[in-house]
C-alpha cells in the first residue's frame, strides 16, 4: 500500500494523558499536512510541513500539541495533557508540490476519544 | 479565504445522476475548485479539481461557469457506494495549500 498511514487508527486516553500519533506520507511527498475533525464538521487545518520544515501552525493548534517532522520524512503529532475536547479524528495529508497540478492524498486518521 | 455554500444534504436514488451545486462568489483570480469525498471513518479522497469551464474524469464532471461564482460536481449513474459526505473547496491548487472544508453536502443514495 502505498498511501498515507496512520497510526494508531483508534486511541483511547484518559484525560491528562499524553498521546502521539503518527503519519507516513507517500514516498517523496514533501508537503505533510495535519487536520482535526470532530463529528459533524470537515477537516479543519492544524499544520503543515515542507520538508522537515514547519511552516505554518493554526491557532488551533495550542501550546499543548507539538508536531515534528524529522528528516523530512513521516510526521508525529503530540496532544499533552489531554483534555475530552481534544477527542477528535486526527487526518494527516501529503503532497508533492513539484508537480503542476497536484493533489492532497489523506490517511485514514487516528481517532482519539479522550475519556 | 473563498467561503463556500453547497446543501447539507441530498437525496437519490442508484442509477440517477446527481448534481451539487457549490457557490463561491467571492473566489479569487488565482482560485482553483477541488471536490473531496469522505465516508465514515476515513480520510476526505479527491476527486475533481478544475478552475475554468468543464473537467472529466473517470469518477465526476465538474462544471464551472465563465464568472466562477459556481460549480457543480456532476456524478452520473450513482450507485449505494456514492453516499458519502461531499465537499467543496476553494483556494489554491489543493497539493500545494492548506484546505479550508466547509460541512459538505451528505449525499444519501438509496436502492
Known amino acids: 500500500d502505498t498511501g498515507v498511514s496512520q497510526n494508531p487508527r483508534h486511541k483511547i486516553t484518559k484525560r491528562g494523558q499524553n498521546v502521539t500519533f503518527r503519519c507516513d506520507p507517500i514516498?517523496?511527498?514533501?508537503?505533510l499536512y495535519w487536520y482535526r475533525q470532530t463529528l459533524g464538521q470537515g477537516p479543519e487545518f492544524l499544520t503543515y510541513f515542507q520538508n522537515e520544515a514547519q511552516l505554518e501552525k493554526s491557532r488551533l493548534l495550542s501550546d499543548r500539541f507539538s508536531a515534528e517532522r524529522p528528516k523530512g520524512s513521516f510526521s508525529t503529532l503530540e496532544i499533552q495533557r489531554t483534555e475530552q475536547g481534544d477527542s477528535a479524528m486526527y487526518l494527516c495529508a501529503s503532497s508533492l508540490v513539484e508537480l503542476r497540478n497536484t493533489e492532497a492524498f489523506f490517511g485514514q486518521g487516528t481517532r482519539l476519544t479522550v475519556v | 479565504l473563498a467561503k463556500t455554500t453547497q446543501p447539507i444534504s441530498m437525496d437519490s436514488y442508484e442509477g440517477q445522476e446527481v448534481n451539487i451545486t457549490c457557490s463561491h462568489n467571492n473566489i479569487a483570480t488565482n482560485d482553483y475548485i477541488t471536490w473531496y469525498q469522505q465516508f465514515p471513518s476515513q480520510g476526505p479522497r479527491f476527486i475533481i479539481q478544475?478552475?475554468?469551464t468543464k473537467v472529466t474524469n473517470e469518477v465526476a464532471s465538474l462544471f464551472i461557469p465563465a464568472d466562477r461564482k459556481s460549480s457543480t460536481l456532476s456524478l452520473p449513474r450513482v450507485s449505494l457506494s456514492d453516499t458519502a459526505v461531499y465537499y467543496c473547496l476553494v483556494g489554491m491548487n489543493s497539493g500545494y495549500s492548506t484546505l479550508t472544508f466547509g460541512k459538505g453536502t451528505m449525499l444519501l443514495v438509496s436502492p
Open positions: 478544475g478552475y475554468k
Open positions: 514516498s517523496e511527498h514533501n508537503r
